[in-house]
């Protein structure tokens, strides 16, 4: 079974009505591309407290950001699903929605490696950085083969994949840092692999391995030629 494609459903099922309206509105897909990158600013700036450290809640500023990423996710989502039902594509499209989306992976992750960063945890600021070299790779891969007419949407750590895990994972640590303030001392204050950084080191292995298998497959097509 497809899960993906079930999902995607699903999700169609759910928000069409919605595209509907954003179209009557008048909003175009690239109008909706600008709100997912402001958003990604608006997450990234909360996950710091916009910068007042001195007023710092652990839990609170996860789960915010992992909410407000989950939102610019839709956003991804509903730009190319308005693009598509109204027959609204275009080719400077899907070109700004792809550089518009690097801006947002940036962004997303200098709020990771700043978060990271205050608390002075190191491991957590080299495995997000490695998470970001994957993400990076992992579209710049599929670029480049589809340059040279090569389909290479494989690999299962896709961005719609990074965004839903680094969102939940945010908002579970957010909850748990929020209700049991106790395991704040016991976790986030830790320079190492603590719970919370275990999910990057997911992310960094993951994404990594997907660059790798969008190489390879590119490596098997070409062969096939």
């Given at each position: 079974m497809?899960?993906?494609?079930?999902?995607?459903?699903?999700?169609?099922?759910?928000f069409?009505?919605?595209?509907?309206?954003?179209?009557?509105?008048?909003?175009?897909?690239?109008?909706?591309?600008?709100?997912?990158?402001?958003?990604?600013?608006?997450?990234?700036?909360?996950?710091?407290?916009?910068?007042?450290?001195?007023?710092?809640?652990?839990?609170?500023?996860?789960?915010?950001?992992?909410?407000?990423?989950?939102?610019?996710?839709?956003?991804?989502?509903?730009?190319?699903?308005?693009?598509?039902?109204?027959?609204m594509?275009?080719?400077?499209?899907?070109?700004?929605?792809?550089?518009?989306?690097?801006?947002?992976?940036?962004?997303?992750?200098?709020g990771?490696?700043?978060?990271?960063?205050?608390?002075?945890?190191?491991?957590?600021?080299?495995?997000?950085?490695?998470?970001?070299?994957g993400?990076?790779?992992?579209?710049?891969?599929?670029?480049?083969?589809?340059?040279?007419?090569?389909?290479?949407?494989?690999?299962?750590?896709?961005?719609?994949e990074?965004?839903?895990?680094?969102?939940?994972?945010?908002?579970?640590?957010?909850?748990i840092?929020?209700?049991?303030?106790?395991?704040?001392?016991?976790?986030?204050?830790?320079?190492g692999?603590?719970?919370?950084?275990?999910?990057?080191?997911?992310?960094a292995?993951?994404?990594?391995?997907?660059?790798?298998?969008?190489?390879?497959?590119?490596?098997?097509?070409?062969?096939k030629?």
């Amino acid at each position: 079974m497809d899960y993906k494609a079930a999902g995607q459903k699903i999700l169609y099922f759910i928000f069409d009505p919605l595209v509907h309206v954003i179209k009557t509105l008048g909003i175009k897909p690239n109008h909706i591309t600008v709100i997912g990158l402001l958003l990604n600013l608006l997450a990234a700036a909360h996950l710091l407290n916009y910068f007042d450290f001195s007023e710092f809640e652990y839990g609170d500023n996860l789960l915010g950001f992992g909410f407000i990423l989950g939102f610019a996710g839709l956003m991804d989502t509903m730009d190319g699903r308005l693009a598509r039902l109204y027959d609204m594509k275009s080719t400077f499209g899907a070109f700004f929605d792809s550089v518009i989306d690097r801006y947002s992976e940036f962004i997303m992750f200098l709020g990771i490696l700043l978060y990271f960063n205050f608390f002075g945890n190191v491991t957590g600021i080299v495995l997000s950085f490695i998470a970001l070299i994957g993400s990076i790779m992992v579209s710049y891969a599929r670029s480049r083969a589809e340059a040279l007419g090569i389909d290479c949407s494989v690999g299962f750590m896709q961005r719609p994949e990074r965004i839903v895990f680094i969102g939940l994972w945010c908002i579970l640590f957010g909850a748990i840092y929020h209700f049991n303030p106790q395991f704040v001392d016991v976790d986030i204050y830790v320079d190492g692999l603590n719970y919370f950084t275990l999910g990057f080191l997911f992310l960094a292995i993951s994404t990594n391995l997907t660059a790798l298998r969008r190489v390879i497959h590119s490596e098997e097509q070409m062969n096939k030629a």
